[in-house]
């Protein structure tokens, strides 16, 4: 998607309604300031306002997306061209999150190794050894929370019995076994636990 052309597109459409970017604005209940930022392609409309924006400009939702007025007859090619972007815009988010769920662990890691080395050979055997080694463990479980977030958050768990598509909530992610990104779930099609192998497509 070109965000600019879509900015010009959003532009030309209020004029052609005779509406301000203020009187816009007040209609979505939202600031001016929104309304420039999408005209100079600086960001783009909510999707939970976007509905209301086309119904106002009088356009649809893929020719919003488009940047421009759809002919019928390129309507069908139109829709496949946007769907294919989308999906391939997701799954470089997704591949993105992936990337940075395993740059923390990895930090995450390497930290907690350096921290129980440095506590095992620079601090005294005693109590502030102990602390300073519970304290490193702590610490390095709080990435590691965010890091399973991030997880859980792109992509899906595939059933190795049936092949469906788990997504978990965030606690039956955490409380289930797992070897790395591989996790031991219910599978709610074919009712039976397996261990889910990590996909990035849902």
């Not at 309604?17 to 939202?30: R, V, Y």
């Not at 019928?72 to 997701?90: D, F, I, V």
Request: proline fraction near 2%.
């Amino acid at each position: 998607m070109n965000q600019v052309k879509i900015g010009k597109f959003i532009a030309e459409c209020r004029k052609q309604k005779h509406l301000t970017q203020m009187q816009l604005a007040e209609k979505l209940g939202i600031t001016d300031k929104a309304i420039s930022k999408w005209e100079r392609g600086i960001a783009m409309p909510d999707s939970s306002i976007m509905l209301e924006l086309c119904d106002i400009l009088c356009i649809s939702v893929n020719e919003l997306l488009s940047g421009e007025k759809i002919i019928m007859e390129n309507s069908n090619q139109k829709n496949e061209q946007l769907l294919l972007y989308m999906a391939k815009e997701l799954e470089q988010k997704n591949k993105t999150v992936w990337k940075s769920m395993w740059v923390i662990m990895i930090i995450s890691m390497t930290a907690l190794f350096a921290g129980i080395l440095i506590a095992a050979f620079l601090i005294p055997e005693g109590v502030w050894q102990l602390v300073t080694i519970l304290g490193v463990c702590i610490v390095f479980l709080i990435p590691c929370f965010y890091a399973l977030k991030l997880e859980v958050s792109v992509g899906a768990y595939k059933c190795k019995n049936c092949g469906h598509k788990i997504v978990p909530t965030y606690s039956e992610a955490l409380w289930a076994m797992h070897r790395g990104t591989t996790r031991y779930l219910k599978c709610p099609k074919c009712n039976k636990r397996t261990w889910c192998k990590k996909v990035l497509k849902k």
